[in-house]
């Protein structure tokens, strides 16, 4: 075997530098591109307007969330599947809690922790309602289940929950004021 010479030694280490510099510039890519994906702002933006998911046809789940709320953004690669899955089958609508033009819905549906979930069936019925964290199984056998019809409609001054999970509270000046907030529970 021939003996290195110290301008082959400077040319294989300048190779494996450039290699090792690839390779970290495509992780580093590889690892936004994903994030981005699944980042609460990305799948606002391709969430279906919660006026048209609850006319077209289709169950909706309808997810109340806030980009610092450490709940939501752990449940989003989760959600982000979700919303591939199901596709074709289920709207899914987001609501930012930081947005007042929401405020009718969040009381509404009462939120006063998120994220918060509210399904509908296929005609916009409210079915069911759901907060914090909740597994995937969880969510996704709820989705199999409404699909299927197989849960029935709540009554229009009922509040049900299918789950409850960690939440994020959400900040006091989402919150109506106390006089008329009907999450106050008499407080």
């Not at 590889?30 to 981005?36: E, I, N, P, T, V």
């Not at 289709?58 to 980009?67: G, H, M, Q, R, V």
């Not at 450490?70 to 987001?94: E, H, I």
């Not at 789950?163 to 006091?172: E, F, I, L, V």
């Amino acid at each position: 075997m021939a003996a290195e010479t110290p301008s082959s030694n400077k040319i294989q280490n300048m190779i494996v530098a450039l290699v090792a510099i690839a390779l970290a510039v495509a992780l580093f890519f590889g690892q936004r591109f994903q994030q981005s994906s699944t980042s609460l702002g990305a799948q606002a933006s391709a969430a279906t307007p919660i006026d048209m998911a609850l006319a077209n046809g289709k169950p909706t789940l309808l997810e109340f969330y806030a980009d610092w709320c450490s709940s939501c953004q752990a449940m989003a690669p989760s959600l982000a599947q979700l919303k591939q899955d199901y596709r074709t089958t289920v709207n899914f609508a987001m609501l930012n809690v930081d947005n007042t033009k929401w405020l009718p819905e969040i009381e509404k549906y009462r939120v006063d922790g998120i994220p918060h979930f509210v399904f509908f069936d296929k005609s916009g019925a409210l079915l069911a309602q759901a907060i914090g964290e909740q597994p995937d199984r969880v969510v996704r056998s709820a989705l199999d289940e409404i699909i299927a019809g197989q849960v029935q409609p709540i009554p229009q001054d009922g509040y049900s929950r299918i789950a409850a999970g960690q939440t994020s509270k959400m900040p006091a000046e989402n919150l109506p004021p106390k006089a008329s907030d009907p999450r106050s529970h008499g407080t």
